[in-house]
């Protein structure tokens, strides 16, 4: 599983360095008003941020700071347009418009604009798809369901990216062409620091759709809860999270802050592990990193498999080692034994299999569907082994939600 792509020109993907996306913004109303910039200044601003290391712009002239003030669509396109035209065959890096438009989008496409940037993921206006399709451009997707940026987790978040990207293919665009960004950020109430925490760290599971990833947290608020800060403070945090996007697998960081971003992009992306890969003619071998079940989900339906084989195959496709303390040998070798019985193994003190100790620690090892019923067994034990088996439950499903019903 290796993203490999061309963007406009430019290499994107897991043996490339990640690219920096400066922010070139023209919205008065949007929540870090340091950011904001003259429009007659615009292209010696996009110049210096190329000259910083930015390889991507992206303009932006509607707010979507959930606080802002509505403009109407005239006042967008009249505040893009004379950028657009400014920035135009001058400067040399990829040109983005952030718009949830399909109108807008059409006019900035015919002025130079190379890509286009919809934080509603197309569910504003599916006419966007038609547009992005009938151009052939490449798209910046956000997760959306409803309205932008409303999944909550992880799993959300990759259950509403699947169906954009379902129904961006649907409607002609290539798969080559979409870039997907999490929607980290706090875009409507309910949307609580400790879910973008989740997103960051998770980050890599966005690999499963074998597609450029771009993460967009520049200043946002997850960071000034943290530091309580507000947004003109917020630099170096924006940075930190920026180094673990980078290293966590993502591709493009879409930023204020160029110059010091450009380096912790260099320095976090010669510290991320490369993919293993291994090709040979037509034949190519990869380790594909699956997560969750709704992951494996994912990769089976994307090389054909039907949705309900891989809802059956799903709990196979995670291999846990789990770490029990002060076992009884008795109980670790019934758990060893009933692991067994089911494909798994486990690993325990050479003392305690000659039964000369009375308790040991104990490595299992299993798919989360063994665990599963070796948990359901164990309830039928006696002993304390009904309690193991709650408490191999809990451990399981802290790691994510989703994998609990395997458990039961």
């Known amino acids: 599983m290796v993203i490999n792509t061309d963007i406009c020109g430019i290499k994107v993907g897991d043996q490339y360095p990640a690219h920096v996306m400066g922010v070139i913004n023209l919205s008065p109303e949007s929540f870090y008003e340091g950011s904001v910039i003259n429009p007659e200044s615009a292209l010696e601003v ?5 000259e910083d290391g930015a390889t991507f712009l992206d303009i932006g002239a509607r707010s979507t700071w959930r606080f802002s003030e509505p403009i109407s669509k005239k006042e967008e396109l009249d505040r893009l ?33 190379q890509i286009i940037n919809d934080v509603s993921g197309f569910t504003a206006d599916p006419r966007m798809i038609e547009v992005v399709a009938d151009h052939g451009c490449p798209a910046v997707v956000m997760a959306s369901k409803k309205i ?32 997907l960004d999490p ?40 960071i000034g809860e943290v530091l309580g800060k507000p947004a003109n403070e917020r630099l170096y945090g924006s940075l930190a999270a920026a180094a673990i996007a980078v290293y966590k697998g993502a591709h493009i960081i879409r930023t204020h802050d160029v110059p010091e971003t450009s380096d912790v992009v260099r320095l976090s992306g010669a510290l991320r592990s490369r993919p293993s890969v291994v090709k040979e003619g037509r034949y190519e071998v990869s380790v594909l990193e699956v997560k969750t079940p709704q992951d494996a989900g994912i990769a089976m339906r994307k090389i054909g498999a039907t949705r309900v084989g891989s809802q059956v195959m799903q709990g196979k496709s ?29 690993a325990l003190s050479r003392d305690a299999v000659s039964h000369e100790t009375e308790a040991t620690d104990l490595l299992v090892m299993g798919t989360l569907l063994q665990f599963g019923r070796l948990a359901r ?25 989703l994998e609990y019903r395997y458990l039961r």
């Open 46 to 50: 996009a110049r210096k941020m190329v």
């Open 81 to 113: 347009l004379p950028v657009i035209e400014a920035l135009e065959g001058n400067v040399d890096a990829v040109i983005s418009v952030d718009t949830m438009f399909p109108e807008i989008a059409e006019e900035v496409l015919k002025r130079g604009a």
């Open 148 to 179: 932008p940026g409303d999944p909550l987790g992880m799993d959300s978040i990759i259950e509403a990216l699947d169906s954009i990207i379902n129904a961006a293919e649907a409607g002609g665009i290539s798969s080559d062409s979409l870039i």
């Open 183 to 222: 929607a980290i950020g706090r875009w409507m109430d309910e949307k609580q620091p400790m879910y973008d925490f989740e997103t960051l760290d998770d980050f890599e599971r966005l690999k499963i759709f074998e597609k450029p990833l771009l993460a967009a947290l520049s200043r946002k608020s997850f």
């Open 318 to 346: 995670v291999h846990l080692v789990l770490k029990i303390k002060n076992l009884t040998t008795t109980e670790a070798l019934i758990i060893k034994q009933e692991m067994l019985a089911r494909g798994g193994d486990a």
């Open 377 to 401: 067994k164990l309830d039928g034990q006696a002993r304390s082994l009904p309690l193991i088996a709650e408490m191999i439950r809990e451990c399981i499903s802290n790691r994510t939600n």
